[in-house]
Structures are given as C-alpha cells and as structure tokens.
C-alpha cells in the first residue's frame, strides 16, 4: 500500500526544486543554469489554465505559492520529530535548505 500525503497547495512544490538545482557539499545549494527558464515556464502554464478570477490577484498568489514553497522545504527536510531534533543532529544540512529558500 502507498503511502498518499496531501498537503496545501506549495508545500508540495520542494520536489521541484531537485529538477530546479542540486546539493553540492563543497558550494551547497546549487542551482541549474535553466532554473529561471524553468521557473518562467511553470507561471506560464499555471496562469495559462487558472480561472480568469485569479488573475486580478496574480503577484499576491505567486508570492504565497513561493512562501508555501518554502515551508514545504523547511517541512520535508525537518520531518517529524521537529526543529530541535534536526538541528542537534543534522545542522550541517541547513547550507543546502538556505539555497532552496
């Protein structure tokens, strides 16, 4: 049986990012020279195919899909047992979550 997680829209987007960039552990986060074109390619299409209503609110929903982006990151590299848990024992890996906030 597969496990299914649903999560509010943008959390979800923090597997993108490893399309969108790579974990370098001499330079961290690293991302691709296509990231931008890549970007502009998503909120082409996601605008192309949302309801005409949206659109008047364009910047406030692409800013609270980015900000939902980066809690979902902040979310799957911390995990459940919580942000104490994580930084006693996996702080190292903070250099990689800044590059993909």
Same mark, same amino acid.
Not at 39 to 56: I, Q, R, S, T, Y
Not at 75 to 88: A, K, Q, S, T
């Given at each position: 049986? @597969?496990?299914?997680?649903?999560?509010? $829209?943008?959390?979800?987007?923090?597997?993108?990012?490893? $399309?969108?960039?790579?974990?370098? $552990?001499?330079?961290?986060?690293?991302?691709r020279?296509?990231?931008?074109?890549?970007?502009?390619?998503?909120?082409?299409?996601?605008?192309?195919?949302?309801?005409?209503?949206?659109?008047?609110?364009?910047?406030?929903? @692409?800013?609270? =899909?980015?900000?939902?982006?980066?809690?979902? =990151?902040?979310?799957?590299? =911390?995990?459940?047992?919580g =942000?104490?848990? $994580?930084l006693?024992?996996?702080?190292?890996?903070?250099?990689l979550?800044?590059?993909?906030?």
């Amino acid at each position: 049986m @597969e496990w299914i997680q649903y999560l509010p $829209f943008g959390w979800n987007l923090y597997g993108l990012e490893e $399309f969108l960039g790579f974990a370098s $552990f001499q330079d961290g986060w690293v991302n691709r020279k296509e990231r931008a074109e890549l970007e502009k390619v998503f909120w082409d299409k996601f605008w192309e195919k949302a309801p005409l209503e949206m659109l008047e609110k364009q910047q406030q929903i @692409e800013t609270a =899909v980015k900000i939902s982006k980066g809690i979902g =990151v902040l979310w799957n590299n =911390v995990g459940d047992e919580g =942000v104490d848990h $994580f930084l006693e024992n996996y702080s190292h890996f903070m250099i990689l979550i800044k590059g993909q906030l």
